[in-house]
């Protein structure tokens, strides 16, 4: 029986700020209906790894791809991997969710009033 198509892959990122490379070379696979928890300890890079998934940070190296589905990304004067169609990421991102911890939730408003307070 043929394997399913990976809800998420990411296949060999990196991310460096200056000389130090907070990413070496990270590979992970998610199937549709995996719950995945990411540990580690402080500055470890478990939320560059998150932000560098849907471009909210831009890695140095490697491949993402969202339901079988590669990003397509392009090398920037400065070295990062940037997307080369921005419809894709906005679309992709669209599709790709993340819960972080410390939210600093308002204890009195309601979900959605917590989430758009920001942009107000």
């Not at 849907?54 to 940037?82: C, T, Y």
């Amino acid at each position: 029986m043929a394997e399913a198509t990976p809800a998420l892959e990411i296949r060999n990122l990196h991310k460096r700020y200056g000389d130090l490379e907070v990413l070496k070379g990270i590979s992970l696979t998610a199937k549709d209906g995996d719950v995945i928890s990411i540990l580690g300890s402080s500055g470890s890079g478990k939320s560059t790894f998150l932000r560098c998934i849907n471009l909210l940070e831009n890695p140095h190296q490697g491949q993402i791809f969202v339901a079988g589905e590669e990003l397509k990304l392009r090398a920037a004067k400065n070295g990062d991997l940037v997307a080369a169609d921005n419809k894709q990421i906005n679309r992709l991102r669209s599709e790709i969710g993340f819960v972080f911890q410390n939210f600093n939730l308002w204890p009195h408003m309601s979900v959605l009033d917590n989430i758009i307070e920001a942009p107000r």
